[in-house]
């Protein structure tokens, strides 16, 4: 079992930066692979980030490729996202995952509560 805690969210103007963070829980943190997804309002869930366990591989979605970073630390068992060059469309709730990995949400097992991102014009 994994506990995901997300923080980080907040109200931001475009072209600023935020860097969301998620906790885990749970002795098996470093074995998952953890992503990042958003879901904006009347829209799906949709992929951000993901990285590796080794934190090597990382994948993006190509509207926030060379934008947004995913990095993680498996000694503070938490995974970050960092956002720079913030647009209005990145605003969404943006949530943590964990799992086997993939672009879809059916690769992740385990979800964190979500943070709510807003970027003002």
């Known amino acids: 079992q994994v506990q995901l805690v997300e923080s980080g969210g907040g109200l931001v103007q475009a072209a600023g930066s935020l860097r969301l963070s998620c906790a885990a829980s749970?002795?098996?943190?470093?074995?998952?692979?953890m992503g990042w997804f958003r879901q904006a309002p009347g829209k799906e869930r949709e992929f951000v980030a993901s990285?590796?366990?080794?934190?090597?591989?990382?994948y993006y979605a190509d509207s926030v490729k060379g934008r947004f970073t995913i990095s993680r630390d498996n000694t503070k068992k938490t995974v970050y996202l960092q956002m720079n060059s913030l647009k209005p469309e990145d605003t969404a709730v943006y949530y943590c995952?964990?799992?086997?990995?993939?672009?879809?949400?059916?690769?992740?097992?385990?979800w964190g509560q979500g943070t709510q991102v807003t970027v003002s014009s």
């Open positions: 749970g002795r098996t943190f470093s074995s998952y692979v």
């Open positions: 990285i590796g366990w080794t934190g090597i591989n990382k």
């Open positions: 995952a964990a799992g086997r990995g993939s672009q879809s949400s059916q690769g992740y097992d385990y």
